[in-house]
Every structure is written in C-alpha cells, then in structure tokens.
T-cell receptor, first 112, second 113 residues
Framework: QKEVEQDPGPLSVPEGAIVSLNCTYSNSAFQYFMWYRQYSRKGPELLMYTYSSGNKEDGRFTAQVDKSSKYISLFIRDSQPSDSATYLC????????????FGAGTRLFVKA | NAGVTQTPKFQVLKTGQSMTLQCAQDMNHNSMYWYRQDPGMGLRLIYYSASEGTTDKGEVPNGYNVSRLNKREFSLRLESAAPSQTSVYFCASVVGDRDQPQHFGDGTRLSIL
C-alpha cells in the first residue's frame, strides 16, 4: 500500500464549477501538507501549504486537512480553463531530512 | 530570479552511455533533492543533500550517483544508462527549515534507447 493515495483522474468539469481534489494517507506522523500544481512539461509549483489540521484559504483555493481521517482536500472555486493541470498532494513528517512523500497526481480539465 | 535551473531540458541516450544532469539554485537554499517522475508513480526521491557536503539515498538510488558541488549546485549522474531510467527528472531545493516547502525546476526529460 502506498503511503499517499490520490485518484489519477482525469477529472473534467465545466468552467465555473467547484472542483474537489483529495488524497488519503496512512502515516499518522505527517504534519505538513502541500498541494502543487503542475502544467504539462513544467515542474510542480506550490499552491497551498498547511501545518497540522484545519483549513487554509488563498483566493479561489481552499485546503483542508482532517488528520483524524487521514484525508486532505483541495477545493477550487469558480474554476477556469487555466486551472487545467495535474494537481499533486504532498506531505511530510516533522523530522529532519525534510523528505516529502508525493501522491501520483490528479489530472484536471476545465472546459470553457 | 531564476529559482531552480536544470540542464539539459531534453536528452536521448543509448543503453550503457553515461550522463550528468545539472541543477543550480539561486535562492541560497541549504537542501537540494533529485526526483524522478513516472506515469502513475508520482515523484520518487532518488538522492538528497540536506546541506553542503552531505548526500543521502532516497527511495530509488540504484543506478545513480550525486555530487553536491557547492551550495548552489547538485548534479545527478547515470554511469551506465538503462531503459528503466527513462523518466522525467526534477531537482528541488528548500531553505532548510523544516516548515518550508520545496521549490522545483522544470525538469529534464530523459529517454534511454
């Protein structure tokens, strides 16, 4: 079993829809949770970064962490065609070495 | 501000050839990482360097070597390339504080025939 599970999609939505992307994990020691966006032929770009449980909002993006369920989510409101990309969740323990575990990524298409 | 720069962007090798992938960062970060990204597998850590002068193995180190040349540069070497090493390789860096995320380059697409 992978430490981090993420549905690869693809997920196709119409412009303006609310998008929900999710990851589950098995390691209860994970404390830092991240979402990266990756456009085709580009490197991952950090979108959201949260510590421990709770919600964090940045513009149209909201990240949620539920440590009791070992479940994290990224919500995108008023989705745009420019949001079409692969979204990677990532997480890390609060220990030295800074090794980060990534999900396989969910491919999102937003249709105009 | 270039961030993390990787060279080359594309390369085709024959089985058995050797090659070095270059990575440089201009953010004065302490830690640097090499990942490979394969379809359905996500990013897998090959090697990392927590600080200048140190390197450690990650999840998939076999067939690779690394050199932390100085604080800015971290190279990845394939001594005898194999088709299984066909992948997209990403370099990342982080300032070194445990509460900071990694910043990535745009990758090197490597095909081994």
């Amino acid at each position: 079993q992978k430490e981090v599970e993420q549905d690869p999609g693809p997920l196709s939505v119409p412009e303006g829809a609310i998008v929900s992307l999710n990851c589950t994990y098995s390691n209860s020691a994970f404390q830092y949770f991240m979402w990266y966006r990756q456009y085709s032929r580009k490197g991952p770009e950090l979108l959201m970064y949260t510590y421990s449980s709770g919600n964090k909002e940045d513009g149209r993006f909201t990240a949620q962490v539920d440590k009791s369920s070992k479940y994290i989510s990224l919500f995108i409101r008023d989705s745009q065609p420019s949001d079409s990309a692969t979204y990677l969740c990532a997480m890390r323990e609060n220990t030295g070495g800074f090794k980060t575990i990534f999900g396989a990524g969910t491919r999102l298409f937003v249709k105009a | 501000n270039a961030g993390v720069t990787q060279t080359p962007k594309f390369q085709v090798l024959k089985t058995g050839q050797s090659m070095t992938l270059q990575c440089a960062q201009d953010m004065n970060h302490n830690s640097m990482y090499w990942y490979r990204q394969d379809p359905g597998m996500g990013l897998r850590l090959i090697y990392y360097s927590a600080s200048e002068g140190t390197t450690d193995k990650g999840e998939v180190p076999n067939g690779y070597n690394v050199s932390r040349l100085n604080k800015r540069e971290f190279s990845l070497r394939l001594e005898s390339a194999a088709p299984s090493q066909t992948s997209v390789y990403f370099c990342a860096s982080v300032v070194g504080d445990r509460d900071q995320p990694q910043h990535f380059g745009d990758g090197t697409r490597l095909s081994i025939l």
